[in-house]
């Protein structure tokens, strides 16, 4: 079974840059969507980036050209590298895991890495 490790994330100022790392212990990794999820006090989650199991990346519009996501299926990570970080990417980032099978579908999540940018 999947299990979704988030590590990384800290304080930073404005302008700065931050990587967060998502390890898994478990499961098939390379058959998963991975996506970064991130949810600010008062505010509904949100997911920021996406990769799929085949590789291709989407992102958010506010944050595109400054996260990068990757992933590497044969150390079970993936990483979103955060440039010209802002105040209001503030938030805890969730790592989520998920596939659709004939039948059933997989969705596992993280406990979550704090992000705190100051101004």
């Known amino acids: 079974q999947v299990q979704l490790v988030e590590s990384g994330g800290g304080l930073v100022q404005s302008g700065g840059s931050l990587t967060i790392t998502c390890v898994n212990s478990?499961?098939?990794?390379?058959?998963?969507?991975v996506g970064w999820h991130r949810q600010a006090p008062g505010l509904e989650r949100e997911m920021v980036a996406e990769?799929?199991?085949?590789?291709?990346?989407n992102y958010k519009d506010s944050i595109k050209g400054r996260f990068t996501m990757s992933r590497d299926n044969t150390k079970n990570t993936v990483t979103l590298q955060m440039n010209n970080l802002k105040p209001e990417d503030t938030a805890v980032y969730y790592c989520n895991a998920h596939r659709q099978g004939l039948t059933r579908g997989w969705n596992y999540w993280g406990q979550g890495t704090q992000v705190t940018v100051s101004s």
């Open positions: 478990g499961g098939v990794f390379e058959l998963y969507d």
């Open positions: 990769i799929t199991s085949s590789g291709v990346t």
